[in-house]
């Protein structure tokens, strides 16, 4: 009789930076049988039932100021650690990788209590609270970027890089289905998964100068934009989301950006040259840490959106697509601090824990 099977319980949940590392990661084990844990009605309930077991617990984060609601998210907090333990023990799992976020509390608990090992991926420059106090029960941290080290040095900690959709590692890319001319500068706006609207606002007010310039916009709202569809012009195309994004990192001359790790892996792994946004009410200012690497590498500028008008964004755009030796060089120290085999190598920490 063939060997059973590794059994992996994945706890991933909520937004796209979380859930698409764990999801690039658990296409690099096929051989295990993966299950996921996540909350009802966030992202994880669109995109992980198609292919792994879902499970959901009805968890949240706690809020800063203390009250009859700190009760009960504790009492909700205590049940899921219930819920996980009894789901591992019953279920056989050998152990446990999480993303972060509120979901890794009562996963890692969960695993510990019952001597699972358990690897973290903190896809961040600065490590988020939960991951911080977790570490040191970890049996490893995975780092998408080398100096959050410093902040956990009670954790064994390794730098894997955070792992990309399946769609940025083809060789062959889909053609964009936008009629953009090949030979004409193409900036791209992201906001991120949860939309920009203060940036959104930023680029309407500077895309006339741009457009006047011969430039060619695609910009993506995200979807809780009221003023998405203000900006009419035959070569500006405003879109909530956009399925083939590594292709249009890759067509791109440009982009404007907010700094999340998952959105910063992309366009390292595309060689895109940024300008970057980050997002000021980031738990930590997490974004702005993230930015300060792409900075340093110089694969990026960099604004805080509290000094930075739509004069002065409008002419650092032009200077940078009239300089394409500059564009050129950003790109590649993009790509040098790029890690296009982070999938593999979080798939190797799997394999050293839990085998």
Known sequence: MANAPTKLLIAASGTGGHLFPAIALAEQLPDYQIEWLGVPNRLETQLVPKQYPLHTIAVEGFQERLGL???QILAKFM???VQVRRLLKQGKFQGVFTTGG????PAVIAARSLSLPVLFHEANAIPGKVTRFFSPWCSAIALGFEPASQYLTRAKTSY???PVRAQFQVNELPPLELPIPKDVPLIVVVGGSQGAVAVNQLVRQCASAWLNAGVWIVHLTGDNDPDADSL?????????FYDNMAGLLQRANLA???AGAGTLTELAITQTPAILIPYPYAAEDHQAYNAAVFKAAGAALVFRQDQLTSELLASKV??????PEQLKQ???DADAIAVPDSAERLANLVRQLVE
Do not use: D, N, W
Request: charged share 10%; hydrophobic share 35%.
């Open 102 to 105: 509120y979901i890794a509390a």
């Open 232 to 240: 009419k012009h035959p070569q500006y195309f405003t879109l909530p």
């Open 256 to 258: 404007i950006s907010r």
């Open 330 to 332: 950003m790109g590649e």
């Open 160 to 162: 894997t890089g955070t």
């Open 69 to 71: 609601g700190t009760v």
């Open 318 to 323: 032009l200077s940078l697509l009239q300089s």
């Open 79 to 81: 049940r899921s650690i």
